[in-house]
């Protein structure tokens, strides 16, 4: 099992930028795809963002496109999600997850998930 600890989350302004972190436990990490999902207060919890397990390839919720950026770092065993151009509407906790096998932004089929961490963006 993977351990996952998020961070970075806080108060920004809209139109602001936040990083988010996520720290994973795991012998060996470069195995597992990984993603980025968030729910909003009174909302289900929605796919945000995901990269595959070699860090080439990249997916989008369509909501987040041209403003999120997803990255990762095999060798920290590190995960991050640059948001820029933040929207009131981006309000929600965050959380990453990993799964080991390919990519999906159904929620139920993800393995690992973190904490979460609290982004709240002002209008």
């Known amino acids: 099992q993977v351990q996952l600890v998020e961070s970075g989350g806080g108060l920004v302004q809209a139109g602001g930028s936040l990083r988010l972190s996520c720290a994973a436990s795991?012998?060996?990490?470069?195995?597992?795809?990984m993603g980025w999902f968030r729910q909003a207060p009174g909302k289900e919890r929605e796919f945000v963002a995901a990269?595959?397990?070699?860090?080439?390839?990249?997916y989008y919720a369509d909501s987040v496109k041209g403003r999120f950026t997803i990255s990762r770092d095999n060798v920290k065993n590190m995960m991050y999600l640059q948001m820029n151009t933040l929207k009131p509407e981006d309000t929600a906790v965050y959380s990453c997850?990993?799964?080991?096998?390919?990519?999906?932004?159904?929620?139920?089929?993800?393995?690992?998930w973190g904490q979460g961490t609290q982004v709240t963006v002002s209008s």
């Open positions: 990269i595959n397990w070699t860090g080439s390839k990249t």
């Open positions: 795991v012998h060996t990490f470069s195995n597992y795809a």
């Open positions: 997850a990993a799964r080991q096998g390919v990519w999906t932004q159904l929620v139920g089929l993800w393995d690992d």
